[in-house]
Nanobody, 127 residues
Framework: QVQLVESGGGSVQSGGSLTLSCVAS????????MGWFRQAPGKEREGVAA???????VYADFVKERFTISQDNDKNTLYLQMNNLEPEDTATYYC?????????????????????WGQGTQVTVSS
């Protein structure tokens, strides 16, 4: 069973930065895909950034050039560096592994409960 534990959320003002961390109970380098999703109240969960073992790293259009996904394989940790945060970024952020049900799907597509998910960390951005 893969366990994912997120941390690093918090409250910041517009324009601020946060770095989210996700520690995995397994070697993340062995995962087919790992990434970050978010869910705001009343909205569907949406993909933010992800990498796929085939060599792809993808970002949602709404975070390009503001957010960066990275990893430390020795620490089995996935990161999301978030800069220039906006109030619209307010959401619960989830770390995920192996949610893709087939290799051809959009890595940022939420496929329901497929894969492994962390408990989420809250990010609140005030104007």
């Amino acid at each position: 069973q893969v366990q994912l534990v997120e941390s690093g959320g918090g409250s910041v003002q517009s324009g601020g930065s946060l770095t989210l961390s996700c520690v995995a109970s397994v070697d993340i380098i062995t995962r087919f895909c790992m990434g970050w999703f978010r869910q705001a109240p009343g909205k569907e969960r949406e993909g933010v950034a992800a990498w796929v073992a085939t060599g792809r790293t993808v970002y949602a259009d709404f975070v390009k050039e503001r957010f960066t996904i990275s990893q430390d394989n020795d620490k089995n940790t996935l990161y999301l560096q978030m800069n220039n945060l906006e109030p619209e970024d307010t959401a619960t952020y989830y770390c995920a592994a192996d949610w893709m049900t087939n290799a051809g799907m959009n890595p940022l597509e939420w496929a329901g409960d497929s894969g492994h998910w962390g408990q989420g960390t809250q990010v609140t951005v005030s104007s």
